[in-house]
C-alpha cells in the first residue's frame, strides 16, 4: 500500500507561483512514474506533468510546459511541482499519482494508468 499526501495549494493571483509538494508513504520500491494530475468540475481528470522515477525523464502537458517543473527527491520519497506564470486556467484540484505499472511510460497523461491517488489540494488563480 502507498499513501500519497499532497501540500502547498492555494491562491494566487495570475502571473504569481506555487509550489506542490507529495510524499509518498509505504511501499514505493515498485513506482515506476509519479506526477501530477487536475481536475475541475464536469471535466475529466488530466495529466499535468510526469516523471519516471527510475531515470529522471520529465514530461508535460503542452499547456503547462515552461511553466511548471516536476521533479523527485528518491531520498524523501517525494515529488514536486513547481508552478510559475500562472494562469486562470490553471484553477483546478490538483492530484498527486503513483503509477506501479510500466503502462504508465506510455500512457502518463491517462489516469487509469495511476494506481494511487492523493487526497488532491485545490488551486485558484485569479485574473
Known amino acids: 500500500q502507498v499513501q500519497l499526501v499532497e501540500s502547498g495549494g492555494g491562491s494566487v493571483q495570475a502571473g504569481g507561483s506555487l509550489r506542490l509538494s507529495c510524499v509518498a508513504y509505504?511501499?514505493?520500491?515498485?513506482?515506476?512514474?509519479m506526477g501530477w494530475f487536475r481536475q475541475v468540475p464536469g471535466k475529466e481528470r488530466e495529466g499535468v506533468a510526469s516523471i519516471y522515477t527510475g531515470n529522471g525523464r520529465t514530461y508535460y502537458a503542452d499547456s503547462v510546459k515552461g511553466r511548471f517543473t516536476i521533479s523527485q527527491d528518491n531520498a524523501k520519497n517525494t515529488v514536486d511541482l513547481q508552478m510559475n506564470s500562472l494562469k486562470s486556467e490553471d484553477t483546478a484540484m490538483y492530484y498527486c499519482?503513483?503509477?506501479?505499472?510500466?503502462?504508465?511510460?506510455?500512457?502518463?497523461?491517462?489516469?487509469?494508468?495511476?494506481?494511487?491517488w492523493g487526497q488532491g489540494t485545490q488551486v485558484t488563480v485569479s485574473s
Open positions: 499519482a503513483a503509477s506501479f505499472s510500466t503502462y504508465c511510460y506510455n500512457h502518463w497523461r491517462e489516469a487509469y494508468t495511476q494506481s494511487y
Open positions: 509505504g511501499y514505493t520500491y515498485t513506482t515506476y512514474c
